[in-house]
């Protein structure tokens, strides 16, 4: 079953990364995911200052806005979708991210299968 690992960084750090861990430790765990075989895919984002939102109003206008800016220092850093049996399995893969220390989140989400 593919599951999807939003990583949310507790902090970002002076150079845009993710508090308390490295390029190397994300390196790492990249490399472990694909040795494993259970890549499916997975990004890095891009730093929030060529991020936009983007509401539609009920009569179909558009408002654009610089952002998103939320009300916390959590961002969004990125994902990994993986394939693995069951849920224990993923929980185990967020819990060994990166993104899951130093304040860090990885939510997990079953990503919903419409041909099965």
Known sequence: MKYLLLIHA???????????????????YDKDVRDAGIFVSGESLADLVTAAAVRVAADGSRTVTDGPFPETREVVGGFYVIDVPDL??????????????????VVVRPVADFGA
Do not use: I, N, S
């Not at 507790?10 to 390196?27: H, K, L």
């Not at 224990?88 to 989140?105: K, N």
């Open 10 to 28: 507790g902090a970002v750090a002076e150079d845009g990364g993710a508090q308390g861990c490295t390029p190397e430790d994300w390196m790492a």
């Open 88 to 105: 224990d399995q993923a929980l185990e893969w967020a819990a060994r991210c990166p993104g899951a220390h130093g304040g860090g989140t």
